[in-house]
């Protein structure tokens, strides 16, 4: 069957009953969304503080390639096979956007027997976030050029705007508009675009914020422009915007609250892409699992140069979180075409190509363990063309490494096949006495941050700027210097080729262009020709979606 047939035939709980037998979470405590699904009050987390945290597993993966890696599908996994083996554990999961929903990614609910349900309102509308974001958004832009048309008390000099609207959609036709055109009445005529909803700092500062008052403080501090000449910051206080934001966002705020196939908790909240944002689930998600659960299995977007880098020194160092182990997800299917095998190609074995696509994996694994100081297990996630020689090649490798590895069930057998990840896991937290480590420290430069990340941890040799950037930079680090850095940049490879596979080393990470995202309290870099509203593919996932008469829903993966 496939992943949606899976999940349409799966045996649900309700909600607030799984919520309060499993998990002690009375009913008063919850706002349903349905049968199925539901918001878990604020006041409530607040009233879980004194309570000890549980253990916090990230699960990150190798760079990712068109052969899928299965990050979200082991997370799931990881999860059911620790309540399997008598742990309370939840997992903490991002919200899927509609761009690569109807794109070519397809959405993000696990898959096989690993999966969220349910998985069709999980993968389109859920509980309502994505617009909440959007509207909150597009709000401060509408507000930004009513008050520019009613006099522009403030000063804002329209060439330097640096706020866009957003969509959740996959639509470069928007990527660089006009807007304004038709006449006085129709406001200024001025250059803007569009970018995707994950990548709108709204996005980022719902997943940051730990409180409403935090939440419109925050957004409050967006800066939307400056006044002539580039000398005063405009921010969306100034506009009076933030209190309206925060409004429209007072529900989205809250985690969302679902089950797995096998009927365990799964708060799914936040959806910031790691390619272009901090790929990160929300905090206040997170926090309130680490409360209620012995072991919290979360994922961060794409492979550990971006996802995990990113939970560490920006979601880790921000919300105080202490990781005790991470994941490392790869495939044979994976590491045969970071060593050259073409696509389609991938399910015959290749011994050669996957002892050079292995490359891949050692600098993911050493990134983890030596940088982010954290212990790894490496998760061989199974597929069915796998051969006995391509898992014992790889399992052999990692235990050259002097690491733990586990080949990954889960798909096809749910938590019952990731039962060795999860004693491996439990055991490699049990044995951790360290501390995690950030890559970069706190008080450096702006400029020193993103060489840091670009030497350490995409093997590059240094990086560079025009002038006129690197002018920028001094700048923010003079006035912001203190914030984390957001690498936005291809997840496909090391570099800022997507083309360059393997562990490519010694290039230059190019910095085209930097974004100041105070509300969300990080600065953003972005690298090479990364774009932050992506196009549609030439045939879209969106072709193959439909729905029949009775509203069953086909074609989602």
């Known amino acids: 069957m496939s992943d949606i047939e899976i999940a349409q035939q799966a045996q649900k709980h309700p909600i607030l009953a799984l919520a309060e037998t499993s998990y002690g979470i009375g009913a008063e405590h919850l706002e349903p969304y349905g049968h199925y699904k539901a918001k878990l009050s604020l006041d409530y987390i607040e009233s879980l503080q004194a309570r000890p945290d549980g253990q916090l597993v990230l699960v990150t993966a190798i760079s990712p390639t068109p052969a899928g890696e299965g990050k979200t599908t082991t997370t799931v996994g990881l999860g059911d096979a620790l309540n399997r083996a008598g742990h309370r554990a939840i997992i903490c999961l991002r919200e899927p956007s509609l761009g690569p929903c109807f794109g070519m990614k397809g959405g993000a609910a696990g898959g096989g027997y690993a999966q969220v349900v349910p998985m069709e309102d999980i993968n389109l509308h859920f509980t309502g976030d994505f617009h909440a974001i959007g509207a909150a958004h597009n709000l401060l832009a509408a507000l930004l050029d009513n008050h520019i048309y009613h006099g522009n008390a403030l000063g804002l000099d329209p060439r330097l705007i640096t706020w866009k609207r957003i969509v959740d959609m996959n639509d470069r036709a928007l990527r660089r508009i006009v807007i304004g055109l038709g006449g006085t009445a129709n406001g200024y005529v001025r250059e803007d675009g569009f ?24 957004l409050g501090e967006i800066v939307v422009g400056y006044t002539t000449g580039g000398q005063q910051a405009v921010r969306a206080r100034d ?120 490359v891949n994996l050692d600098r993911h694994y050493r990134n983890i363990t030596e940088h982010y100081g954290l212990p790894c297990v490496v998760c061989i996630n199974h597929f069915t063309a796998d051969t006995p020689a391509e898992l014992a090649l790889i399992q052999a490798h990692v235990g050259d490494l002097g690491g733990r590895v586990c080949v990954g069930r889960h798909w096809a057998e749910g938590g019952a096949g990731a039962a060795a990840l999860a004693q491996a896991v439990v055991e490699v937290i049990a044995d951790n006495t360290g501390e995690h480590r950030y890559v970069y420290a706190h008080d450096a430069p702006l400029w020193d941050k993103i060489s840091a990340v670009a030497t350490k941890i995409y093997g590059a040799a240094g990086i560079s700027a025009e002038p006129k950037i690197r002018t920028q930079l001094a700048q923010l680090s003079a006035s912001h210097g203190h914030m984390p850095v957001c690498i ?43 774009l932050t509203m992506p196009g549609l593919p030439k045939q879209p996932a969106a072709e193959n979606i439909d729905v029949d008469a009775r509203g069953n829903i086909s074609g989602l993966f």
């Open 488 to 530: 936005a940049k291809t997840q496909m490879s090391f570099s800022t080729d997507p083309g360059a596979l393997g562990a490519p080393s010694g290039h230059t990470l190019v910095i085209r262009e930097v974004r100041l995202a105070a509300g969300a309290g990080f600065v953003v870099a972005v690298a090479g020709d990364m």
């Open 239 to 358: 506009l009076h915007a933030h209190g309206a934001m925060a409004a429209l966002l007072k529900d989205a705020i809250k985690p969302n609250v679902v089950q797995t196939l096998e009927n365990n908790l799964a708060f799914v909240h936040g959806g910031p892409f790691a390619n272009i944002a901090h790929g990160c689930n929300s905090v206040s998600a997170t926090r309130a699992a680490l409360k209620l659960a012995d072991y919290v299995v979360t994922e961060a977007g794409f492979g550990a140069d971006l996802g995990a880098e990113k939970f560490i020194d920006i979601k880790c160092r921000m919300a105080g979180l202490r990781p005790r182990a991470a994941v490392l997800v790869a495939t044979a299917r994976a590491l045969k075409y970071h060593g050259g095998v073409a696509r389609a190609m991938l399910s015959q074995e290749d011994l050669p190509a996957l002892r050079r696509g292995l």
């Open 195 to 218: 970018d995707i909803t994950v990548a709108s700092e709204v996005m980022a500062i719902l997943c940051l914020a730990t409180s409403l008052t935090d939440l419109r403080y925050r």
